[in-house]
């Protein structure tokens, strides 16, 4: 199989986080969170990046629809959970936030064998959007009360819209789960 641009930059996503965790949960390096948040937003510019090359050239494979969401979802679950393990971010939050994505992926499953296909919608964005600026702001851990307030204020915003954009989802899409005859 040849890997498009897209797909290569979804590889390298995934190949990106073994490293990320790495500097995250090994302080020995000077400025370690510092490389890790270069790594994650290095990473996260790459989501953005295969999608839009994907699209405008018409390079969207079966191997990008899978495994871009999948990478997306390794990502932003790898940071959540080395959040908890630094002990900077609640576990009950991280379960909530990986909670609806095992719910909304089940969900996508079920559509698709039914011919659906579910978009993501502006709330699934946002929720994105929150949840990496959270994950940054968090990672830096600069000092100060007001980088303080303003983790607070992301880590509520980025929970408040993973149950938004979840019952927005579900609501949109309850006849998904209704039984085809």
Request: hydrophobic share 60%; with cysteine.
């Amino acid at each position: 199989m040849k890997m498009n641009l897209p797909n290569k930059l979804t590889i390298m996503r995934v190949l990106l986080i073994p490293f990320f965790v790495f500097f995250m949960l090994v302080p020995i390096v000077p400025y370690s969170n510092y490389i890790a948040v270069a790594i994650f937003v290095i990473a996260s510019l790459t989501d953005l990046a295969d999608g839009k090359i994907a699209r405008k050239y018409n390079l969207v494979t079966n191997f990008g629809k899978f495994m871009d969401p999948l990478a997306d979802k390794l990502l932003v679950c790898s940071a959540l959970i080395c959040l908890v393990a630094t002990e900077q971010l609640a576990a009950w939050m991280v379960i909530v936030i990986i909670s609806r994505e095992f719910i909304i992926s089940g969900f996508r499953l079920v559509a698709s064998d039914n011919g659906v296909v579910i978009a993501a919608s502006y709330w699934g964005k946002f929720k994105t959007t929150f949840q990496m600026l959270m994950i940054i702001v968090l990672i830096l851990n600069f000092p100060g009360r007001f980088f303080e307030i303003l983790g607070v204020i992301l880590i509520w915003v980025a929970l408040i819209l993973t149950v938004v954009s979840l019952c927005d989802y579900l609501i949109k899409n309850k006849d998904v789960l209704k039984e085809q005859n």
